[in-house]
């Protein structure tokens, strides 16, 4: 009886994460870049549904030119040009965009910067694993949650 209603639950995350418009991730760190693709590919993502940008001024020009908006957000904290702030700050204040789940995912584990975060309206502040498969497990959780059981409500 477990079992059925484990595959049932994967097959019901499976359709779920089908249906993902994408993920957008702003990181500056190539080689964290390349890690988030391939922990989320791992995690039954396909790699058509991630978006990279490399900093906060790319992620709005991003999110100002398309039509279809992003799934998530994963936010880095620490970027060039403009941070993770005060992305979080303009996205939140905007009213096309504030709906779309938040996610910061950094290295900082400073209770400052969480709280900040959070004032800011972050849904959800991840410190980034220092290994693969602690990574790997973080976007399982992740996606399992703000993919396949979060319910959004757009205004």
Known sequence: MRAASL??????????????????IADDDLDDQELIRDALVENELSEDKLRFVADGEELL????EV???????????????????EVLSHIKLNDRLKHIPVIMFTTSDSEVEIRQCYTLGSN???????HYSDLVEAMRVLTQYWLGQARIVMD
């Open 7 to 24: 595959m049932k639950n994967s097959n019901t995350l499976s359709k779920r994460l089908r249906s993902v418009s994408y993920i957008l």
């Open 61 to 64: 020009d991003a999110l100002s």
């Open 67 to 85: 039509k279809i908006l992003p799934s998530m957000i994963l936010l880095d904290l620490n970027m060039p040009r403009m941070g993770g702030r």
């Open 124 to 130: 959800a502040y991840m410190t980034k694993p220092a």
